[in-house]
């Protein structure tokens, strides 16, 4: 069981807004930046977003990100079949002395 | 171009040992925190191990702590992770990952593709 708890699945249509949460506690994502990672099937993961909402280079501007308290999300705007993928969240937890990754949220573009 | 590039994944009996290697191109490795991922088959990612760029900090989940051991060799340009006492959950694809390299710590920005250890007997 993760630390960080993210939903098992999302879904929307082309062109919709959808918004993944990540839920974790004072020792991670209150205290620690969060990341966000982008998996297609049998790929290698691949960094979506840092430091809570800053995008890397040649990720669309679709793509957001922001934390309240103890929480993050991730936000896709401007829905695309080529968004379909599966997405974590990962941060530091203090307790741990260790990374913690979300469990996970496949998202599906129906 | 920076390039990760593990290996030394295999078939293993449980309570065997493994020794996984990272190659790393195109980048100043020594200057870099390297770390560890695996993901079991149809699962999630579950971070492994961490070393800093100075080898002064080693750090790991606590499902592997005492059975593995992350190490670097900075003029090979190259990570290992020892895996010892290995059991059926070990199962994985174990990828490689920079920290840091571009976009600050904490951010795993460059990924290898993955080398994959089956645990079984």
């Known amino acids: 069981q993760s630390v960080l708890t993210q939903p098992p699945s999302a879904s929307g249509t082309p062109g919709q807004r959808v918004t993944i949460s990540c839920s974790g506690g004072?020792?991670?994502?209150?205290?620690?930046?969060v990341t966000w990672y982008q998996q297609f099937p049998g790929t290698a993961p691949k960094l979506l977003m840092y430091?809570?909402?800053q995008r890397p280079s040649g990720v669309p501007d679709r793509f957001s990100g922001s934390k309240s308290g103890t929480s993050a999300s991730l936000a896709i705007s401007g829905l695309q079949s080529q968004d379909e993928a599966d997405y974590y969240c990962?941060?530091?937890?203090?307790?741990?002395?260790?990374?913690?990754f979300g469990g996970g949220t496949k998202l599906t573009v129906l | 171009e920076v390039q990760l590039v593990e290996s030394g994944g295999g078939l293993v009996k449980p309570g065997g040992s493994l020794r996984l290697s990272c190659a790393a191109s195109?980048?100043?490795?020594?200057?870099?925190?390297m770390n560890w991922v695996r993901q079991a088959p149809g699962k999630g990612l579950e971070w492994v191990s961490s070393?800093?760029?100075?080898?002064?900090?080693?750090y790991y989940a606590p499902s592997v702590r005492g059975r593995f051991t992350i190490s670097r060799d900075d003029a090979g340009n190259s990570l290992s992770l020892h895996l010892n006492s290995l059991r059926a959950e070990d199962t994985a694809l174990y990828y490689c990952?920079?920290?840091?390299?571009?976009?600050?710590?904490?951010?795993?920005?460059?990924w290898g593709q993955g080398t994959m250890v089956t645990v079984s007997s």
């Open positions: 070393i800093s760029g100075n080898r002064d900090y080693t």
């Open positions: 430091n809570y909402n």
């Open positions: 990962a941060a530091w937890d203090d307790s741990l002395s260790a990374v913690i």
């Open positions: 004072s020792s991670n994502i209150g205290s620690n930046t």
């Open positions: 990952a920079t920290d840091g390299y571009i976009y600050g710590d904490g951010a795993f920005d460059i």
């Open positions: 195109g980048l100043t490795f020594s200057s870099y925190s």
